[in-house]
């Protein structure tokens, strides 16, 4: 067996891949291995390192050299050399310094074009709206980028590794696909797509885009997916939906024209053919304005209206609907100037109304004072917990049918006239809508009430 003590240092130093060398103070070289003879082009002991680099080279080493002479402490630091990058470790016994030259060029290179792939991924999620995110199955670990954090209005300096942040967002009525689509991907080892909801932290609901795959993550069993906030998108796809849906309705209204022009022809004694033009007139004005309104969602221009005169109209309208159900509409208004948009009003009062007639049972009451409009039906209530999501985008409960898009139009449109929307209901007994105009008065001055019970004051 052989004896240690006959191993020389210069043995143990060449097992490293690094270049050793002992140095006194003034740079003379004590010890060194082979890698430190090539490093510095066959440099032997006794020979001074200031004599052999260059030196400006010898500057910047000297430097931290006489820093851990004088502060009799190790040290770490980078030093450049012929064009590579050195991790220098200086270790002092005495007073003669080793130092071990670790190249870490290509290191730094990797670490370099990684963070540079980091900063386009940032930039890709900032101007995509994208979070991307793993999921590691044995450990149970997630990984969510910052743009995830962003998505779900997080700070991402709190970064949690062992919560499903996504499961934790994900809308309560989208949770059933969530668990669907993750038994696709986790157990049957399917690439999955489609679209969900989320609601942040700040309790925005958010229409997102989803994809995520199997992948392996360091040999064990995960996932990977990345997230997309769509909402502006659908914003704009229903925006687009509503021209092109009032360019399609009107090539039948042209049709509409052509037979009361017929009519008028023949001498309609009746005068229906003048009542048809006349309704396929305002037919035609009030989707000139949908589109127009639905082309521009800013704030929009407003000005003093007559509230009686476009109440009675929108009455009128509703009267042959509320009169084919067997309801009751009763129109309670008062003479007021108000300053809002009137096709923008009109086309919450309408929806409103609508509503209204759905699920009334005998009666609709619309009415006004000097700064709101109501709308009360009899009919069938809405749930403490309905009430607190009815204005959401896409929400629908089990008597509604369509998109879901209807009060939560309202409430848009509502905040463009600088109003508020409100909702009182009783289950089996009322719903009563009201839009306050830029005043915050609680209730309005007339008495309302609905089977004995009073609404509004």
Request: hydrophobic residues 40%; neutral net charge; glycine residues 4%.
């Amino acid at each position: 067996m052989s004896n240690l003590n006959t191993v020389s240092p210069e043995f143990i130093a060449d097992l490293f891949n690094l270049a050793v060398l002992a140095l006194s103070k003034d740079g003379k070289v004590f010890f060194l291995n082979h890698q430190a003879e090539y490093l510095f082009d066959g440099i032997n002991i006794s020979d001074n390192l200031s004599e052999i680099i260059k030196a400006d080279d010898w500057v910047i080493l000297h430097h931290n050299i006489n820093m851990v002479f004088y502060q009799q402490t190790n040290s770490d630091f980078y030093w450049l050399y012929r064009h590579r990058i050195y991790m220098v470790t200086a270790r002092l016994s005495g007073h003669i310094l080793f130092l071990g030259f670790n190249d870490i060029t290509e290191i730094r290179k990797q670490a370099n074009s990684l963070r540079q792939s980091n900063q386009r991924l940032e930039q890709i999620e900032y101007l995509s709206n994208i979070g991307y995110w793993e999921l590691n199955l044995a450990q149970k670990i997630f990984y969510w980028s910052d743009g995830m954090y962003k998505l779900f209005a997080l700070n991402n300096k709190d970064k949690t590794y062992h919560q499903n942040l996504l499961r934790r967002h994900i809308h309560s009525e989208d949770i059933d696909l969530y668990r669907q689509k993750l038994r696709d991907l986790i157990l049957n080892k399917q690439h999955i797509a489609g679209n969900i909801r989320i609601i942040d932290a700040l309790g925005s609901v958010k229409q997102c885009r989803y994809s995520a795959a199997p992948i392996y993550i360091d040999g064990d069993e995960g996932a990977c997916g990345v997230l997309q906030d769509i909402t502006d998108y659908c914003q704009s796809s229903n925006k687009l939906t509503v021209a092109s849906l009032g360019h399609d309705i009107k090539n039948h209204l042209q049709l509409i024209r052509l037979y009361s022009d017929s009519l008028m022809n023949n001498r309609d004694d009746n005068g229906f053919a003048s009542k048809i033009a006349v309704q396929v007139e305002k037919i035609a004005l009030l989707l000139n304005n949908a589109a127009d309104l639905a082309r521009d969602n800013t704030h929009p221009n407003l000005y003093p209206i007559e509230l009686k005169s476009l109440l009675s109209e929108i009455c009128q309208e509703f009267h042959a609907a509320a009169q084919a159900k067997n309801i009751q509409l009763l129109c309670r208004l008062n003479n007021t100037t108000i300053i809002s948009h009137r096709e923008i009003l009109s086309s919450i009062l309408r929806n409103l109304l609508d509503n209204a007639l759905k699920f009334a049972h005998r009666k609709v009451i619309l009415g006004n004072n000097a700064d709101s409009v109501w709308v009360i039906d009899d009919g069938c209530g809405i749930s403490s917990e309905a009430q607190s999501r009815i204005f959401e985008r896409f929400y629908q409960d089990s008597k509604q049918s369509g998109w879901g898009l209807g009060l939560y139009t309202v409430k848009e449109n509502a905040h463009r006239l600088n109003a508020e929307i409100l909702v009182k209901s009783r289950l089996g007994h009322y719903t009563a809508f009201k839009l306050n105009f830029l005043t915050k008065e609680s209730l309005p001055k007339s008495k309302i009430s609905v089977n004995n019970e009073t609404l509004l004051n």
